[in-house]
């Protein structure tokens, strides 16, 4: 167990080791256990935590918000809007003077091309843990409560699982490529075979495929991509069905809504999902489309595992902040 982790940046899950993860899903069981039996854990008694966010959030903000003052601190909500940022400061300027007033600082900014290099930049002057709120690239609060509610569900037995990350079919809008690139790269990390699966437009950014290849290779477990969502379902410990852009594909967005309306059937049935294994789980981080992405059935059916998910963003991520700050 890690007990160097004060100040540490969280942007992706890449940058820290199996170690410091297991610190981090270790403190987020206890912190749950503990909220459970109403204990309190005032770990950052009037400690601040900033939340800037540059798009609207259900889980994130809540769960953050939520989390610090059961931590015993306070949260500050922050937009550009509500701050000099839409008038032109810049990321060195806001963070200096941020650290002067709080402890840690969150940030969502999922812009293609401009979210990752902004929180980079943030961390580059910080002298306060930054953490990746969810990005262009990346979304590792939700990984880390994904990792573990997997963990949860199967007893820590996680060796050989197989973990489907599937697209799904999502039409009034184009979602970030940063919640299946973030699953991919550390699922196999912790033992599963990962098999990733999409329609050959909506492919993952190639660097990321790398390291995801890279990390499986590492820890002896397979990587596959396939292009038939019933396929990757065979066999499942988990399926994990949620919808991304075809950004690699195309810049242009009414392209990319076109190429969606391509696949309607790349929905998760009840069909699909007797594919799996019979304790398999369903998965998706939310926002949901009902009865697009997955059918009711399939939601709020046996497998579903979904509001645990939801509420894991909580222990998870009061446990980040717990470490960090």
Not at 43 to 53: A, E, N, P, S
Not at 54 to 78: M, P, V
Not at 157 to 185: C, N
């Amino acid at each position: 167990m890690k007990s160097d982790l004060k100040g540490k940046h969280c942007i992706t899950l890449q940058d820290w080791t199996k170690e410091e993860i297991e610190t981090v899903l270790d403190t987020a069981v206890e912190l749950k256990r503990q909220r459970a039996l109403g204990i309190p854990h005032h770990i950052l008694q009037d400690k601040t935590m900033f939340m800037l966010f540059f798009e609207e959030s259900t889980r994130t903000r809540n769960a953050f918000e939520a989390g610090i003052h059961e931590l015993g601190g306070h949260a500050h909500y922050l937009t550009p809007s509500a701050t000099q940022i839409d008038h032109g400061e810049g990321p060195k300027d806001t963070v200096e003077v941020l650290a002067r007033y709080g402890h840690g600082i969150g940030i969502r900014n999922c812009t293609l091309g401009v979210g990752n290099r902004y929180m980079r930049e943030m961390a580059k002057y910080a002298r306060i843990p930054v953490i990746n709120m969810q990005d262009d690239i990346y979304h590792p609060t939700q990984a880390l409560a994904d990792l573990l509610t997997i963990k949860e569900k199967f007893a820590n037995d996680l060796r050989g699982r197989k973990f489907v990350i599937s697209w799904t079919y999502a039409p009034r809008y184009v979602r970030p490529l940063s919640m299946p690139q973030s699953l991919v790269l550390l699922m196999s990390r912790f033992g599963m075979d990962v098999t990733l699966a999409h329609p050959p437009e909506f492919r993952l950014m190639p660097d990321i495929l790398e390291q995801a290849r890279a990390n499986a290779a590492e820890a002896g477990v397979k990587f596959e991509i396939v292009h038939d969502m019933a396929d990757a379902c065979k066999d499942a410990d988990i399926v994990y069905a949620k919808s991304w852009g075809a950004m690699m594909h195309t810049p242009d967005e009414k392209e990319a809504l076109a190429l969606i309306d391509k696949y309607p059937n790349w929905v998760l049935d009840k069909k699909k999902m007797d594919l799996a294994k019979p304790s398999s789980i369903y998965m998706h981080c939310m926002p949901i489309d009902r009865g697009i992405e997955a059918t009711n059935e399939v939601i709020d059916g046996p497998h579903s595992v979904i509001y645990d998910e939801a509420e894991n963003r909580l222990h998870a991520q009061k446990a980040l902040m717990a470490v960090t700050m």
